[in-house]
């Protein structure tokens, strides 16, 4: 029985050949440059090959150290030719973070991307004795006093020369390859504690792939993706791969910042994201929505109106759409939605899955409406990805979506969602003591994540068990739907919100700092530097009354009765936050203590 992941390359570039397998921004062009399927072919042949030169053999981990590259796909795909394991460390991680992985996967060979990255890495190979060889993606990157180091050009060159003996060794290894194989070691950034590699077989990938095109039926070869969150992610990787399975070309951004120019030069039919992405589309619409002349409003006000009776009580449950209902939706569409779509660069989307954190429900409907196909999905690393999403067809809103094929949930002690499924890991790397904790007696997954099953069948996800946290008056909050709640606000990037065992609820703000100063000079409040334009009255009034107004509908011991501007923002650089930006709360907690102290003095 043969791994999908070890023969997709080979199966597209026998059916596409010179169709596009993926494309990405040429630095040196200026413009996005297209990989054929046959060229994808021999360049996971070539490094297939160096790998087994280098002496990589099966089940041992290769290290991926860097930012989204497409080289990226071909070291994942040349290590399964060989039975080796790509083990993904996040291009932000400390050198202390990137020393922990290379040493608890024994990692002999580590691929790394631009010059701190190389940095970190020629730090690590001083004193760990499993590093024995470095490869550069980034040539400029490599310093000349460097011997041992090889650029990724001289790695290939060195696979295209292979001796006959070598290929020989890596189709052996190829068709030796069983869905019992490690693919891959996960290892979760943990809001608390090391980090833990959870170990995906061959097996989960199989199944995560089947699972997806029996779901998501409405995608096909004609679809493109654009690949902006991290290959380290479970959710961009595992998307990645189905993208190619499906033979979608796949447009790799090199850089974060340069998404939105990117979305509107490749215009994707699909892209995967997290929450925040969205949050921000949804902010930017709205502030230009207030800027309307009072007509315009009128019309925006209409096409929303329309846009939510066709997408959510019509086409979103499978009834048909009346006539006029159709004609009028056409014209607000063309006048409104779509003038809209093609500002971001979505005039041609298809679907956007979306998950890693709570989206509003004000967000999704908006959205919807807009005919934005937003697919809201809830899944971990733990799970090779996806457990549920929306159904095409009968999607709740304020759900997760219903389960995917082969995939149990039941809900345990706490309101633990437990899984079981096919797509569950083996357990983690090394840990024998947190696998066994990972699950239940009888072999269900801890999710640690609470949530319940509605009458549809669909899943709604309430809370991290780990998150949650009782005020002194003895009530229980669940920090990130406050959160979530606060950040549709286009003047708020990032809350943490405060209160385990105190009297009420406060939050720290991180305020979206261009909007704010826009605000300032609009309202001639005069600053010398962020910290006199956070610390400002009138901006504390501006940003309380904005609260007071998001907070409508939350029980009174829920709502944020005080809270603090900072100047800066939370960074995973400061360990204010996970590599995934979940926000590491022990260590706001700590840095903060004097800040949050002052909001409970009185």
Request: charged content about 25%; aromatic content about 10%; some cysteine.
């Given at each position: ?20 397998a ?12 297209d ?14 090959c ?21 080289e990226?796909?071909?070291t994942?795909?040349?290590s ?21 992985i290379?040493e ?5 060979i580590?691929?790394?991307g ?8 020629r730090?690590?190979?001083?004193s760990?004795s499993?590093?024995k ?5 980034d ?6 006093d ?8 001289a790695?290939?060159?060195l696979?295209?020369a292979a001796t ?6 890596v189709?052996?290894r190829?068709?030796?390859?069983r869905?019992?194989?490690t693919a ?11 980090p833990k590699g ?10 995560a792939?089947?699972?997806?095109l ?5 995608l096909s070869d004609?679809?493109?993706?654009i ?8 959710f961009?990787?595992?998307?990645t791969?189905?993208?190619?399975l ?5 447009y ?8 939105q120019n990117?979305?509107?030069e490749?215009?994707p039919t ?11 589309v ?13 007509v ?8 929303l ?9 019509y ?5 048909k759409?009346?006539f ?7 014209f ?6 779509m ?13 956007f899955?979306t998950?890693g ?5 004000n ?11 937003i697919?809201i999905?809830?899944?971990?690393s733990e799970?090779t ?7 095409e067809?009968g999607?709740?809103?304020?759900t ?27 357990g983690y790397?090394n840990k024998?003591?947190?696998t066994a904790?990972a699950?239940t007696?009888d072999?269900?997954f ?24 009782k ?10 739907a ?7 606000d286009?003047y ?10 105190r009297?009420?609820?406060t939050a720290?703000?991180?305020?979206a700092?261009?909007?704010?100063k826009?605000?300032a000079r609009?309202?001639?409040?005069q600053?010398k ?7 400002n009255?009138?901006i504390?009034?501006m940003?309380?009354?904005?609260i007071?107004k998001?907070?409508k509908g ?5 709502k944020v ?6 100047p800066k923002?939370?960074?995973m ?5 996970t ?8 260590v706001?907690?700590t840095r ?5 102290e002052?909001?409970y003095a009185?």
């Amino acid at each position: 029985m043969s791994n999908i992941l070890t023969n997709l390359v080979e199966k597209q570039a026998l059916k596409y050949g010179d169709r596009a397998a993926y494309s990405f921004k040429s630095s040196f062009h200026g413009a996005w440059r297209d990989t054929s399927w046959t060229e994808f072919r021999e360049g996971v042949n070539a490094s297939a090959c160096a790998l087994e030169m280098l002496g990589v053999s099966p089940f041992e981990c290769v290290g991926v150290f860097s930012a989204n590259r497409p080289e990226i796909l071909m070291t994942d795909f040349a290590s399964f030719y060989n039975r080796a394991v790509p083990v993904s460390i996040y291009s932000t991680s400390s050198e202390e973070q990137a020393r922990y992985i290379v040493e608890d996967a024994g990692i002999k060979i580590l691929f790394v991307g631009d010059p701190s990255q190389y940095a970190i890495a020629r730090e690590i190979k001083k004193s760990c004795s499993c590093l024995k060889q470095i490869v550069v993606y980034d040539a400029a990157a490599v310093l000349s006093d460097d011997t041992e180091t090889l650029t990724f050009d001289a790695f290939l060159k060195l696979g295209a020369a292979a001796t006959e003996a070598s290929k020989a060794e890596v189709d052996k290894r190829r068709s030796e390859a069983r869905p019992a194989d490690t693919a891959t070691l996960l290892y979760t950034s943990g809001t608390t504690g090391e980090p833990k590699g959870a170990i995906l077989l061959h097996s989960c990938f199989d199944a995560a792939m089947e699972i997806h095109l029996e779901r998501l039926t409405m995608l096909s070869d004609n679809d493109t993706s654009i690949c902006f969150l991290p290959l380290s992610h479970i959710f961009e990787k595992a998307w990645t791969y189905f993208c190619l399975l499906m033979g979608m070309k796949v447009y790799v951004n090199l850089d974060p910042h340069d998404i939105q120019n990117s979305i509107r030069e490749v215009k994707p039919t699909c892209m995967c994201s997290v929450p925040r992405f969205w949050e921000k589309v949804y902010a930017a619409v709205q502030a230009k929505i207030k800027r309307m002349n009072p007509v315009q409003k009128l019309l925006v006000k209409r096409a929303l109106t329309v846009g939510r009776r066709y997408h959510i009580e019509y086409r979103r449950l499978g009834r048909k759409i009346p006539f006029w209902l159709g004609k009028e939706y056409a014209f607000f569409e063309k006048n409104v939605f779509m003038p809209m779509k093609k500002v971001i660069g979505i005039e041609h989307g298809n679907i956007f899955p979306t998950a890693g954190a709570p989206l509003s429900n004000n967000i999704v409907e908006f959205l919807q409406s807009c005919g934005i196909n937003i697919v809201i999905g809830y899944g971990l690393s733990e799970t090779t990805a996806s457990v549920c999403c929306y159904p095409e067809i009968g999607y709740e809103i304020g759900t997760i979506g219903t389960l995917l094929p082969r995939i149990q949930v039941k809900i345990g002690p706490q309101n633990e969602i437990l899984v079981k499924a096919p797509t569950v890991m083996a357990g983690y790397f090394n840990k024998p003591e947190e696998t066994a904790a990972a699950f239940t007696e009888d072999g269900w997954f801890r999710t640690g994540d609470a949530g319940k099953i509605d009458d549809s069948g669909a899943l709604i996800l309430t809370e991290r068990i780990k998150d949650l946290f009782k005020t002194s008056n003895g009530k229980y909050i669940a920090p990130q739907a406050i959160e979530s709640r606060l950040g549709e606000d286009k003047y708020i990037e990032q809350v943490a919100v405060i209160g385990d065992q105190r009297k009420y609820v406060t939050a720290i703000i991180i305020p979206a700092f261009e909007a704010l100063k826009e605000y300032a000079r609009q309202k001639h409040i005069q600053y010398k530097t962020v910290v006199e334009l956070v610390n400002n009255a009138e901006i504390r009034k501006m940003i309380q009354e904005r609260i007071d107004k998001l907070q409508k509908g939350f029980a009174n011991y829920e709502k944020v009765k005080k809270f603090v501007l900072l100047p800066k923002e939370f960074t995973m650089e400061s360990g204010e936050l996970t590599n995934t930006l979940k926000i590491r709360r022990p260590v706001i907690n700590t840095r903060y203590a004097r800040e949050i102290e002052a909001m409970y003095a009185n």
